[in-house]
């Protein structure tokens, strides 16, 4: 016959003869996939982030049915959305609204990941493929960004595009070939939809089911940083902490979602612009290429990084090159390998030279980039940087702590100023939070040994509701 | 500093309605009237406004002359009291002149007003606040080829459509600025007539280079009744510039209902899975 021989019965019995896959991988995702008893608040932004992208995508598809790519009338065709397609301006707010909260939904995912050391062994392949999924995300919000096609989406486009220009020798061509013309125009637009409903989205997709399958693979970790799966119920042999998501976790999660919804919702029904954060005012005048707009900034999600960028001015590069050589220097007083040293001194004195050594140096412009780069790819190497015997802060010293909050208000004020025209104070301040924002991923080997630690339980913290 | 004195000067100054310079920061403007979004006795007046003044050089494209239901009128006083051509209840609000004309004429193609009121917001301010002050901002000025300027928005290629039925007012215009010989204040007063004079006083010491306008109506009760037809048309641009607004509002209301109802189920529903957790 070549059937399985089915434990079910009825419908569920036949398809399961059928394809046992279907319910061995709903048990081993679902109903018996055990989570630890004891998540927190913070444990509820992956499953709100996935929400979120169902949303867009659902939210996309039927925009994309309305939307036409077209630079004549990409504008006219979002208002038509807004105004002739009927409930047009729910699916478009949903879309809009729900951008600005996937990324806070990430950002506060990630910072569960900190607060707790989620990315630390064995969960380090979790942690990448999480990182892969947010530059994914910024690549869809940023191309996604212009197809409005309003001023905002013009020039944010623009000035990003440009920027591939500083990299030194192919820069100028590559910057024409990613727009695909000269200016952003009608085929920048195209390719960019091309990239927002189909290229990005795809390997979104993909991506976040390795994200998940890789974190069901090794189990979850939990504000303690216990393994639960070290303590296992000798006589069924499932972890003595674990739960079985379903129904323990979906309730709680439904839950935790319509607290979700009702912020979500709330913003969206009675202050979809979020005073000119989630949808910029510039971006309602139609885009032209003729008027360059007074100030340009991108959405709140990406003024930290464009901060960073800001702040690599030309005076900038000499505290940066002193930087890069102090870190050099430590560097080379601590590591034991001499080949590894000495290439390290030798990488350290090429990039000074290319930072300020004369006739040799590169644009600030290209460094900015550069730092832009690295501030959203340094959270890639914090499985390895981050050297403390324990995983979570809770058992930590309270200073380490401080410092993430330290590091989140950094990064908040970076954030901040992105959003704001540039001043010689303000400037300063983003030169100083930038050197801050760094400083604190470098210096990881070396803080998150130090101090006190406090010794980790056995079991999980948990106390019955 | 300048933002203190001007609020004094405000408050001071009872019939003198004092709106700033536009140049950006610092400019004091006179709240626009929300309670007229949702009057629509207001937005009636404001779409007859719009379409008798604002209808001809600007266009509002993205709008539909059937939308106008949504403020309580019918496809039968649209087409009598408000579609002066030849167009459809069914059409947008296009105008006839051409961008390109219009730059000849203009030195700018007026822009479409569909989204002026959001466009208009800023950091700074809000959109309406802008184009109530805007609207009421005209002052004459004879070097200017409409020979027409407005605080709220310098050098302003728009001429003041609506000067008629705001009337003639007296313009004060003072102004800090930097001369050859140090800085100096110089106040021009336009009277009800249009003509201008300049007096000039050396100033000593340290200024900041500042611009202010005030005005005197001749008719005061005529200046009242304007800016409450102001606020209406400015009333009538805010709602078409998101017609789905106060729909959204309304059923916002009723979603977070429907929602927090759900919440309190869902956490009692979670409440009872969890009571067998230990």
């Known amino acids: 016959m070549g059937l399985h021989k089915s434990e079910y019965k009825g419908l569920l019995g036949w398809i399961d003869a059928r394809m046992p896959t279907m319910m061995s991988e709903y048990k081993k995702h679902m109903s018996e996939y055990y989570a630890p008893k004891n998540f927190n608040f913070w444990y509820f932004f992956g499953g709100f982030a996935l929400v979120m992208l169902v949303l867009q995508i659902v939210t996309g598809i039927f925009l994309t049915m309305h939307y036409k790519p077209d630079a004549r009338y990409a504008f006219e065709s979002v208002e038509y959305i807004m105004r002739d397609v009927p409930g047009g301006w729910f699916i478009r707010y949903m879309h809009s ?25 064995p969960r380090e392949l979790v942690w990448i493929f999480g990182c892969l999924i947010f530059l994914c995300l910024m690549g869809e919000a940023f191309f996604g960004y ?40 009608d085929a920048t637009l195209n390719r960019f939809f091309s990239f927002h409903v189909i290229a990005i989205p795809l390997v979104l997709l993909g991506l976040v089911v390795a994200h998940v399958l890789a974190l069901h693979d090794v189990g979850s970790n939990n504000p303690d940083g216990v393994e639960i799966k070290d303590k296992l119920d000798p006589r069924t042999g499932r972890p003595l902490d674990g739960i079985p998501f379903h129904p323990y976790y979906t309730v709680h999660d439904v839950y935790g979602l319509a607290l979700f919804l009702l912020a979500f919702f709330a913003i969206l029904f009675l202050a979809p612009e979020m005073g000119g954060y989630f949808l910029e005012w510039n971006n309602f005048i139609p885009a032209d290429p003729l008027t360059t707009p007074p100030h340009i900034a991108p959405v709140w999600y990406f003024t930290p990084y464009y901060s960073v960028l800001r702040a690599t ?80 802060m809770r058992y930590r010293p309270l200073w380490h702590l401080g410092l993430l909050v330290a590091f ?20 300063y301040i983003a030169q100083a939070c930038t050197l801050l924002y760094f400083a604190f991923f470098l210096l990881m080997p070396w803080w998150s040994r130090a101090g006190e630690f406090k010794p980790v339980p056995d079991r999980v913290v948990f106390a019955a509701h | 500093m300048k933002k203190v004195l001007l609020f004094l000067a405000l408050v001071a100054g009872t019939f003198w309605g004092a709106v700033t310079h536009a140049a950006g ?126 605080m709220a928005s310098a050098n302003i290629a728009m001429p003041h ?75 009538y641009l805010v709602y078409m510039t998101d017609p789905s607004a106060s729909t959204r509002s309304h059923l916002g209301v009723w979603v ?23």
């Open chain 1, 97 to 121: 609204t729900g951008a600005s909260f996937f990324f806070l939904v990430v950002y506060l995912h990630m910072f569960r990941g900190l607060l707790y050391g989620s990315y630390r062994k």
């Open chain 1, 146 to 185: 212009l197809l409005p096609w309003g001023q905002m989406s013009y020039w944010g486009a623009q000035v990003i595009v440009n920027l591939f220009g500083a990299i030194p020798f192919i820069g100028p061509d590559l910057a024409i070939w990613i727009r695909g013309d000269f200016v952003v125009s």
């Open chain 1, 313 to 392: 001015t030309e005076d900038f590069m000499w505290v940066l090159a002193a930087g890069v050589a102090a870190y050099a220097i430590l560097l080379f007083l601590v590591l034991q390998r001499a080949a590894v040293k000495y290439a390290i001194l030798i990488v350290a004195l090429v990039l000074v030279v290319l930072m300020i050594g004369g006739p040799l140096k590169l644009d600030p412009k290209f460094w900015g980039v550069v730092l832009m780069g690295l501030s959203v790819t340094i959270f890639f190497a914090l499985p390895w940087i981050d050297q403390a015997p324990v995983k979570s």
């Open chain 1, 408 to 427: 989140s208000v950094v990064f908040l004020i970076l954030g901040y100023l992105g959003t704001q025209q540039p001043t010689p104070f303000s400037t």
């Open chain 2, 25 to 150: 920061e610092g400019i004091h403007m006179d709240p626009f009237p929300e309670a007229r979004l949702k009057n629509f006795a207001s937005l009636q007046n404001g779409a007859r406004l719009f379409a008798n003044y604002c209808l001809n050089c600007h266009s509002a494209s993205l709008m539909r002359w059937n939308r106008l239901q949504d403020i309580g009128l019918d496809d039968r006083q649209i087409k009598d009291f408000l579609i002066f051509g030849t167009q459809k209840v069914g059409d947008v609000m296009t105008v006839a002149m051409r961008p390109a004309d219009a730059k000849v004429w203009f030195g700018k193609a007026p822009p479409d007003l569909s989204v002026i009121a959001r466009a208009r917001t800023s950091f700074e301010y809000s959109g309406p606040d802008y184009l109530y002050a805007f609207l009421r901002g005209f002052y004459r000025d004879a070097s200017t080829p409409t020979g027409w300027n407005n």
């Open chain 2, 161 to 235: 459509v609506l000067w008629e039925r705001q009337g003639p007012r007296e313009t004060t215009i003072e102004r800090v600025v930097e001369t050859e010989k140090g800085p100096a204040r110089v106040v021009t007063e336009i009277d009800r007539d249009g003509n201008a004079s300049s007096t000039t006083t050396p100033l000593s010491g340290h200024h900041e280079e500042s611009f202010e306008v005030s005005f005197k109506p001749v008719d005061e009760l005529r200046e009242r009744q304007y800016d409450s037809d102001v606020a209406d048309l400015v009333a």
């Open chain 2, 256 to 278: 977070l209902l429907l929602i927090g109802v759900f919440a309190v189920a869902a956490w009692r529903l979670n409440r009872v899975y969890w009571r067998d957790v230990h």
